[in-house]
């Protein structure tokens, strides 16, 4: 299984950046997808995740500023990010998620992807 981000970068305060992580090994369709990052000296938190059916969620701090979602043909999830600040810096992984109807959970994570916002 792999998961390879890409799309990271230096950007300006209020600028934007299009995260992607391309899926292989799994059959993506039956995961769901999410973005976690992680800033210096802080713990991994959930920045935003997109289900199997399409719904999603966002961390208070990123809603209105940044849109998961997800090609099912392309194997990919994308995370937009607008109106970047520099509490956004952060390295961002990739994480995929399955439950099965039995309780087994498959979990795989990317190699993640530095954001940095300059002020």
């Known amino acids: 299984v792999q998961l390879v981000e890409s799309g990271g970068g230096l950007v300006q305060a209020g600028g934007s950046l299009r995260l992607s992580c391309a899926a292989s090994?799994?059959?993506?369709?039956?995961?769901?997808m999410a973005w976690y990052r992680q800033a210096p000296g802080k713990e991994r938190e959930l920045v935003a995740r997109i289900t199997t059916g399409g719904g999603t969620n966002y961390a208070d701090s990123v809603k209105g500023r940044f849109t998961i979602s997800r090609d099912n043909t392309k194997n990919t999830a994308y995370l937009q990010m607008n109106s970047l600040k520099p509490e956004d810096i952060a390295i961002y992984y990739c994480?995929?998620?399955?439950?099965?109807?039995?309780?087994?959970?498959?979990?795989?994570w990317g190699q993640g992807t530095q954001v940095t916002v300059s002020s």
């Open positions: 994480n995929a998620h399955r439950r099965t109807q039995s309780k087994a959970e498959f979990d795989y």
């Open positions: 090994g799994i059959i993506f369709s039956n995961y769901d």
